[in-house]
């Protein structure tokens, strides 16, 4: 009974813990669901409060640009003749409502003019305190400003003009304050103005500003809140509760801060905060739903049955345990079980007796078997043949991994997979220290008792690989061969019965094309060299037949065939009859040299060349070699990774005035001439390295010393991924003066 109740726990943690967990995740789905929705309106409300920020701080900006202007304006007026200052004062009054005087004072202090005499005597003593004595003459002067309970804060914005003389304006700011209802409107933002150590300047709550508050008494900031350039929500304890913003006006020491009403946002939010609230106790509801449906109607039947597999492993009759439930389905379960049952204990039966054939396969079969586990690749059990193929005992091999046995890393192994077998290829080492190439063929097995084998099939393809790489080599010395070959049936021009794989490269016409019926040789062979072809073959095909001595009536001659492009070439063609009985002709082989590829191979040293790159890759190098040979007017160097000069042709000598023996095993700074910097020289080699291209003019040195001017390319020649060595041609070109390098060009100029 502990141990069922144990289990019943377990299986209610399982099943309940997934249910907790996909209520977690769709809870937390909707948590996101709920900040993102409220995060999309948060965004909408700072870009209406950064646009009611940025509107403000260029309004305020340019109001005080507009005084200074105009104060300057005015005293380019004040020095011209025939000034008629009231005139200019009244019309910049009318002009500017919120400009309530102007005043000039001499440098005592003295007031000489008022525009308004009633406010002569209330800012006499202002200007008699001389504020700005100090202060520079270009510079626009302000004045603290001055509040007074129902009015706008005023202040004077003055200039030092000639004599010593200060030219003020008594300014009431009026029309921020309409600028803020009027934004407000629009944005649904308010703004208000402080300075640069916090006091409130302007606010649409008079209060805030007569009573000299400063933006500390509003929000909880920091000493440097003035450098932040983010929107912010006031903390927790602040008098007001807002998502506020605050930036600098640059010149004139102000600030604006533009707010958004905390409890404005979340009544405008209500309803979205209410249906997530909602969804909520929906959620928790059909938590609550699902936990009681899942224990009645999952876990409960899940631990009767597990009773009754527990049962049936002790003996107990099925039948007896069916009648205690009256539940018609259980019945359905109960029978599955027994068939389960059944059929387990078959295959069980089936799998010893497989196991006894398969034991006789490891001892005497002709395989090279292996048993691993399969998560640690530990060798189990090997065949006999494996134990021979190895060297090693059975003691010996069943110490080991089968990494172990490996001589190559399996990361660079493709691993083929057909069905669930893995097919691979590796190198393996055998006792004796041989290195013996493999393919293993894997597969996984589960036994009853959970454990999983791995059975490898191992087969030696050490011999087989050798085979195809020769095959493979081969093929690619016949594809780019300058030799290829026709087989005809009986005679010269009959029915081909077979010809060489780089018939294509040669002649333009693919195997099919020749195979086909409306093909003709005839066409193929140069229509002046075709009658004397036939009639030489017609004279050794007599001889042959009628002479003893077969091999002097093969022919060797010289014709010309034409591709299927009409491009003529010159060949040497040997014809050779074949015999099975010595006297009839059954098959007429010819043998086409190309002359011209011939003489290339042999040309500029180029033999010598190809004979050091054979060991590479014949195929890619010998194209790339013989067709800048085939150029004698250029100059051609094969020059090696470490920039020595490996080979060199005769243009190469004839350019340069170094002989051959001279330049090879040199490095290539051997023809430097001094004119490029090693700039130059570093980005030719990354655009080398780089892209395995590069090609510009450069002036390189003759032996005797003398610079030219030439057009060099150079191509990286590949072996698998890496580059082998370069291949350079060059011609030289006309003479021009090279460019002045930047040093020399700015002493020049300084000269």
């Known amino acids: 009974m502990a141990k069922s109740s144990a289990s019943k726990s377990s299986l209610a943690r399982t099943v309940l813990g997934k249910i907790y967990a996909v209520i977690f995740s769709a809870a937390v789905a909707l948590i996101c669901a709920a900040s993102f929705g409220l995060n999309l309106k948060f965004e909408s409300v700072k870009e209406d409060i950064y646009a009611a920020n940025s509107y403000f701080k260029f309004f305020i900006k340019e109001r005080a640009l507009a005084v200074g202007n105009e104060l300057k304006l005015i005293e380019k007026y004040i020095g011209a003749r025939d000034f008629n200052i009231k005139d200019i004062f009244d019309f910049s009054l009318k002009d500017n409502p919120e400009y309530k005087a102007f005043f000039i004072a001499n440098e005592q202090g003295e007031i000489e003019f008022a525009s308004d005499e009633n406010l002569r005597s209330k800012y006499s003593a202002f200007f008699l ?39 003020a304006v008594l300014v009431c700011f009026t029309a921020i304050y309409e600028e803020f209802a009027r934004k407000h409107e629009e944005y649904g933002v308010k703004s208000f103005v402080i300075d640069k150590n916090g006091k409130i300047l302007f606010h649409q709550d008079s209060e805030l500003v007569l009573e000299h508050k400063s933006i500390f008494d509003l929000y909880d900031l920091s000493a440097d809140y003035l450098d932040s350039r983010e929107v912010k929500i ?135 078997l292996l048993l691993i586990d399969a998560k640690s690749g530990a060798i189990t059990r090997a065949s006999a043949k494996a134990l ?62 959970g454990e999983k084998i791995g059975f490898c099939i191992v087969k030696d393809v050490t011999q087989s690989n050798i085979l195809k790489k020769n095959a493979q080599k081969q093929n690619e010395i016949a594809a780019y061969s300058p030799l290829f070959s026709i087989v005809w049936k009986d005679r010269l021009i009959g029915e081909i019965a077979n010809v060489s794989d780089n018939i294509e490269r040669v002649l333009g016409y693919k195997k099919s094309e020749i195979f086909s019926s409306e093909f003709d040789f ?206 350079a041609a060059f011609h030289e070109l006309p003479w021009k003066e090279p460019e002045a390098k930047p040093d020399e060009s700015k002493a020049k100029e300084q000269e």
């Open 129 to 167: 305190s001389k504020p700005w004595q100090s202060e520079p003459t270009d510079k626009i002067l302000r004045s603290e400003f001055m509040f007074n309970k129902g009015d706008a804060p005023s202040r004077f914005i003055a200039k030092k003009i000639k004599g010593g003389k200060t030219l």
């Open 522 to 727: 005839k066409n193929v062979i140069h229509p002046d060299d075709l009658g004397r072809l036939t009639n030489e073959f017609n004279i050794k095909f007599s001889l042959f037949n009628a002479a003893s001595l077969k091999k002097g009536h093969e022919s060797l001659q010289a014709c010309r065939l034409i591709r299927k492009n009409l491009e003529v070439i010159n060949c040497s063609v040997f014809i050779k009859f074949i015999s099975k009985d010595g006297r009839t002709v059954d098959e007429v082989i010819g043998y086409f040299i190309e002359s011209e590829l011939v003489a290339n191979l042999s040309s500029e040293s180029g033999t010598n060349v190809l004979k050091r790159l054979t060991d590479e890759k014949e195929d890619a190098h010998k194209n790339t070699i013989l067709n800048l040979f085939a150029n004698a007017n250029e100059g051609v160097a094969i020059v090696g990774l470490n920039g020595v000069f490996l080979e060199a042709n005769e243009a190469f000598c004839k350019i340069t005035g170094y002989t051959k023996d001279e330049a090879v095993g040199k490095p290539s700074n051997l023809l430097k001439s001094g004119v490029h910097d090693a700039k130059f020289y570093i980005n030719m080699w990354k655009s080398l390295l780089k892209s395995g291209f590069y090609s510009g003019e450069i002036y390189n040195k003759r032996k005797n010393g003398e610079i030219y001017l030439e057009r060099l390319s150079i191509v990286a020649v590949y072996s698998g991924a890496k580059p082998s060595y370069f291949v």
């Open 388 to 449: 021979e193929f190895y060297g090693l005992s059975s003691e010996e091999i069943r110490q080991k991994n089968l990494a172990q046995l490996n001589a190559s890393n399996l990361i660079d192994v493709k691993i083929e997979q057909e069905g669930e077998v893995q097919i691979y290829e590796t190198s393996q080492f055998t006792a004796n220290g041989e290195i013996r190439q493999v393919r293993i063929s894997k597969q996984n097995y589960e036994l009853n008792n």
């Open 234 to 368: 006031a903390k927790f304890g602040s008098l007001s509760s807002d998502i506020y913003y605050v930036q600098k006006i640059p010149d004139i020491d102000f600030a604006v801060v533009s707010y958004y009403p905390m409890g404005k946002f979340i009544k405008e939010n209500l309803l979205f905060l209410t249906l997530c609230a909602a969804f909520f106790i929906v959620g928790a509801f059909f938590t609550f739903y699902c936990v009681k449906f899942f224990k009645n109607s999952v876990i409960k039947p899940v631990l009767s049955i597990k009773n009754l597999l527990a049962k049936t492993a002790r003996g107990e009759e099925l039948k007896v345990c069916a009648k205690l439930c009256e539940i018609e389905e259980f019945e359905q379960i109960v029978g599955g079980i027994v068939q389960i049952y059944g059929d387990y204990n078959a295959k069980k039966a089936k799998f010893e007796d497989d196991s006894h054939k398969f034991g006789f396969l490891f001892e005497k079969g002709p395989f090279i």
